[in-house]
């Protein structure tokens, strides 16, 4: 039959196209489409060549395995070929049964044969390895290349601890060992954990991440990428008398000690097949490493060698794939999600894609930075990846396939739930919502932590109840707590009436409260418990708080600029000191003191430290008494520090202040310098 133009010229495309994906996969490690889109034109290609087979060319990327050598590592010709596995075309549930009729066909059995027994093993998404050991000792690694050429890798496989340098047991005099380097799905995930945290561009998926490792020049980068593996099959032996089946081999290789994978099993005819692919299926998402499939192999090797091969792949083996975990479909638009904590976090909306098994229209784009490092435009073609029970994130987009059509996202600058402004602080990675008492999207977490322990302490008032004040509408912001009734508290569930009127008790009581305890109750990032007390202790009173720009903030001891920036942007947001005041006015309120006295005074502009026990004194004391006279307190010895007061037991500090030559006072001392005179400033705050 001629063969039609059209299909020629498609061949050639095909061809094309997959040799340039081909070699940015095997060759740079940086695949440019999702492997499901590889391998649809791939099979586009097959389904030609299968009809016309004049279209099969020798260089046919359907005829070859795997890339090209990289020319930086030194080439190993193969003893025996490492060859690709051959994909069941059938996908369903029961794939087994085909390859069960290819193999009876091949040997030439009818039905009134015996079940052929079959090795069920993992398709485990790395990169396949030959380890070469002579003697025991491992010689040489090498990757697979073009399945007769490989690579020379031995100085990065060294560096993977689950790869046995000596075999266990007696070795052979040359023994080698096919298997999979791959990475776990945590330590991918933390790696790129880590990158995001120094702003670095993320590894794209394990599979991909563990080929580059393995084909590095320098061994200490390798050596930073945590790299596991598993054993599954032979290439050359020499006096060694080889295991007669499959499974008898994954054993004798668990004995040299290699990692061999527990999900295994050996099965009479294809039932027991069927079975083991629908259970791995169901326990896919939960496995620690990414799979692409299952593989049945012919257990008996002698059969092995009576099926044989054809072009690159065994007649004795097929992949019997799961859906992909990545996928490519179009970016529809990016939305800001605000979480619990006011973190703005950008979501892509895609047009909807089956992925890992699932129907996915939303995947997480992390950070704004991560956005612009990976070059993610809005009606991109995006590669979706989605393995184990990690949310979905766009990998990337798919540069080849853009139109012109695509634009780049802006941050908004506001938060979009409640409309206070959006920051990001100069070394953080994501922009905030500042409106944090208001903020609907932080309501419950803000309440949480307005009636916790060291804030507001509101005994009974616990996560749950709040949880439901909140998404029944009672309750908005913390303000909203001092005007709900012991009825409407009743009318929630698992609320006795007794308990209801305990809480409406509780939340009167915390009416009288002290400043710190306010401060803190706020919920300002970065304004702990003790930086709430040195506020209160500071300013004496809300007022002097809330008008302090960042200078007078700094001038807090151990308040420095990024905390000051906190407060800073916390007290300029309208909505807050909105919900400050309705706090005031629902009659809270503390004791105020006179601001410390910081421009006169016989300690002004003196900064002390404070360490060990004093005779009378407390700490708090000795800290009120410094500053009632103009003195900062710092937590730490420096340069900067005047006065080191030091009691009983007092430790490095005293060693530190000593090396400084900084004078060091004791309790007598103190007193004299601040003239003896003590005062009491504390008056009732006028709320
Ligand atoms: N995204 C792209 O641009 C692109 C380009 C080229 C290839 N690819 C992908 O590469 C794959 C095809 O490559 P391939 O020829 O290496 O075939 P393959 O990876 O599908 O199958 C062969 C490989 O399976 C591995 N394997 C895992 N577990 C095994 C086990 N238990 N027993 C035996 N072998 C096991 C071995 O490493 C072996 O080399 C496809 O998934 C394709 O999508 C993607
Ligand atoms: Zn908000």
Known sequence: MAVPESAAQRAETLRVELSRHSHAYYVLDAPTVPDAEYDRLFEELQALEHDYPELRTADSPTQRVGGAPLPELVAVAHAVPMLSINTE??????????????????????????????????????????????????????????????????????????????????????????GEIYMRRDDFERLNATQRERGEKTFVNPRNTAAGAVRQLDPAVSARRPLSFFAYGLGETQAWTEPATQSGLLDALADFGFPVCSHRCVSDGPEGLIAFHARIEAMRDALPYDIDGVVYKVDDRSLQRELGFVSREPRWAVAHKYPAQEQMTRLLGIEIQVGRTGALTPVARLAPVFVGGVTVTNATLHNEDEIRRKDVRIGDQVIVRRAGDVIPEVVGPVVAYRDGSEHEFEMPTECPVCGSHAVRGEDEAVARCSGGLFCAAQRTQAIIHFASRKAL??????????????????????ADLFSLSADTLAGLARMAQKSAANVVAAIDASRETTLQRFIYALGIRNVGESTARDLARHFGGLDALLAADAAALEAVPDVGPIVA??????????????????????GIHWLEHAPALTTNGPLAGKTLVITGTLPSLSRDEARALIEAAGGKVAGSVSKKTDYLVAGEAAGSKLTKAESLGVTVLDEAALHALLGGGETNLLTESST
């Open 89 to 178: 075309t059938d996908k369903s549930a029961q794939g087994a049964l085909s390859f069960d009729a290819r193999v009876r066909r091949g040997l030439g059995l009818d039905e009134s044969d015996p079940a052929v027994r079959y090795s069920a093993e993992l398709k485990f998404d790395g990169l396949a390895i030959n380890l070469r050991y002579e003697h025991g000792v491992l010689v040489r690694a090498a990757t697979r290349g073009d399945g007769q050429t490989g690579e020379e890798v031995t100085h990065t496989v060294r560096t993977i601890g689950q790869i046995p340098l000596r075999l266990h047991g007696d070795a052979p005099a040359v023994l080698e060992v096919r």
């Open 457 to 478: 302490d509101i005994e009974g008032l616990g996560d749950k109840l709040i949880e439901q004040l909140v998404e029944q509408g009672l309750v908005k912001t913390p």
């Open 565 to 586: 920036k906190c407060i800073v942007e916390f007290i300029a947001e309208p909505h807050n000191r909105e919900v400050i005041a309705q706090l005031r006015a629902a």
